[in-house]
């Protein structure tokens, strides 16, 4: 018997040790390959340097050589040059030091977009439209969007002198600017409703942001709000501990919100609440929309897991994946997806798998037969795989492809620019409405440009009518396909009319935005916006409130009971 067991004990030892020196043999042949490749980069970087044809710019083809190679992975994980970290630092911290607006590229020109209520541009004067042509006497008119975003950043307190040219205007303008410690406020717009139905926009999860998250719920509710809605359409996200203590103001102390997952199992976290909420009862609705994504995810994700809030709007970006930056020579950074986000029901809501790409490199969404079930606190169905599923969906209209070419090709955006130096001023944000006649200059104003939109269901009928011809069909089909191409090859006069509705919304919008900023915007569409006419509509009514997060046809306390053991805390 002891001999059996001597034996037995020494063939285990064997089988860990055989083990232990093919995991270490396995770790070396991996380093042995990183260096490999590392000595062949360098190798072929050298060699180019010597002897290719043309002079190079070593830091722009290692750079794009780097880009490339991690385009491969994911969209997540990313590169920052030494000059490129400040963009990486405005992303989590939402603060830069600069005139606070956006600069784009118009017409071969780099151009004032949007300047921030509130902050150095729009206190100075600056419009958007404004043409830089100069700044502290420095030529910008050949100059690239970043090289000019370089120009105007810089110390705070410091002031710069920029040369514009306004559209409209035969001279130039020089315009002194104070620069300024730039924080984007997180919280775009709040304010109450129906007497007692607060609301906040909440634009990004950078650092802090919850304490203005905090102050202004605390706000509204001073103001009478017993009940709020919570608005995170179109917010991609940010700090993951920003989303945990935005949900620690509404659950109680010691709960998990979201724990992670990788590689590397030391850097495996659980995130509990660590404060006492502000408020454990107060009916909440939180809207989401595909431009929800991350942090915005787990808010709601972690809202809902918990019964807390009915979820309103269009299933989220489902971004279930942590980034971790991490420090390079010479001040580079990288910033590396590494692990999965998990939320209390124990999901992870990643909708595309990166890590299996089709043939043509392009990546598909989780189909939803292989997602899995999971269930909430009350023991409602959710499931994983796919963005956060409303409670109540919904229906996204989506306008013609039209109005996507005005927008990109800054026809809206030229149109408004010369209409806004007609008007000195116009009526409060949630009561202007463009005339028809100024929607008739805007359509005059569309057919004097050489405007062209449409160009892929003019590619793809062009492709039918050459398929079609090979195969004989168009002997049999010619009338069906002509009448067809009538109506899906783009015509100007009848698109600008067909979808009239939704270009004179997105005129509307940019009109309102050049007056009263991205608050103003927020003011028009509540108006009219049916998801959050519908969170009003679900606050107000007690009983469809309660029977939403509490349903009473639910599965069997057995099904429920096997699903729900290391859900919660």
């Not at 990313?78 to 911290?93: H, Q």
């Not at 700090?239 to 992670?260: C, H, Q, R």
Request: glycine letters at 6%.
């Amino acid at each position: 018997m002891k001999k059996r067991l001597y034996c037995t004990a020494l063939a285990a030892l064997t089988f860990f040790a055989i083990a232990a020196q093919d995991s270490l043999s396995s770790k070396n042949k991996r380093y042995f390959d990183i260096d490999k490749n590392i000595d062949i980069f360098n190798s072929v970087l050298r060699n180019l340097d010597m002897f290719y044809v043309d002079s190079l710019e070593t830091n722009s083809l290692v750079q794009r050589t780097i880009a490339n190679m991690l385009a491969g992975l994911d969209p997540y994980t990313e590169y920052y040059s030494e000059e490129d970290v400040s963009d990486l630092r405005f992303l989590t911290t939402g603060e830069y030091a600069g005139i606070g607006a956006i600069i784009s590229y118009n017409d071969k020109k780099v151009i004032i977009n949007e300047p921030y209520e509130g902050l150095p541009a729009a206190k100075a004067g600056l419009k958007a439209g404004d043409h830089i042509l100069e700044i502290d006497g420095q030529d910008m008119r050949k100059s690239s969007v970043k090289e000019v975003s370089d120009k105007l950043k810089g110390t705070p307190g410091t002031t710069i002198t920029i040369e514009i040219r306004r559209p409209g205007e035969q001279k130039s303008r020089k315009i002194p600017v104070l620069r300024e410690k730039i924080t984007i406020p997180a919280v775009t717009y709040s304010t109450i409703a129906d007497g007692n139905v607060g609301y906040l926009h909440f634009g990004g999860f950078t650092d802090k942001s919850s304490e203005e998250f905090k102050r202004t719920v605390l706000d509204l509710k001073a103001k009478g709000a017993t009940s709020l809605v919570i608005d995170l359409r179109g917010n991609g996200g940010g700090i993951l501990d920003e989303a945990v203590n935005i949900v620690n103001l509404f659950v109680p102390k010691s709960v998990e919100i979201v724990s992670t997952k990788g590689k590397v199992r030391q850097w495996d976290r659980t995130y509990r609440t660590q404060n006492q909420p502000i408020d454990t009862i107060i009916p909440l609705t939180v809207l989401i929309d595909t431009g929800s994504a991350s942090a915005s995810e787990i808010t709601a994700g972690a809202l809902q897991d918990f019964d807390r809030a009915v979820i309103i709007g269009n299933r989220s970006y489902g971004k279930g994946l942590v980034q971790t930056p991490r420090s390079l020579p010479y001040g580079g950074n990288i910033k590396i997806t590494t692990s999965k986000y998990y939320i209390p029901s124990g999901r992870c809501i990643q909708a595309l798998d990166y890590s299996h790409r089709n043939p043509d490199g392009s990546v598909a969404r989780v189909p939803d037969s292989l997602t899995n079930l999971f269930y909430t606190k009350n023991g409602r169905p959710v499931r994983d795989g796919g963005g956060i599923t409303p409670d109540i969906s919904i229906a996204q209209e989506r306008p013609g492809t039209i109005t996507y070419y005005l927008m990109v090709d800054n026809i809206v955006f030229d149109f408004v620019t010369q209409w806004v130096q007609k008007h000195t001023d116009i009526a409060p944000a949630g009561q202007f409405e463009l005339s028809d006649a100024d929607y008739e200059a805007f359509k005059a104003f569309v057919k004097s440009k050489d405007f062209q939109y449409d160009r892929m269901s003019e590619k793809t009928m062009q492709s039918l009518k050459e398929i079609m011809d090979f195969e004989g069909y168009m002997k049999t089909a010619g009338d069906e396909f002509k009448a067809l191409e009538s109506k899906l090859v783009p015509d100007l006069d009848r698109d600008l009319e067909t979808f009239k509705t939704d270009i004179k919304d997105l005129i509307t919008e940019e009109i309102i935005q050049r007056y009263y900023y991205k608050k103003g915007v927020l003011i028009h569409e509540l108006v009219k916006d049916k998801a959050y006419l519908k969170a009003r509509e679900v606050l107000n009514d007690k009983e469809m409130y309660k029977n939403i997060l509490n349903p009473t046809k639910l599965p069997p306390a057995e099904e429920i009971k096997e699903k729900l053991p290391r859900r919660y805390s």
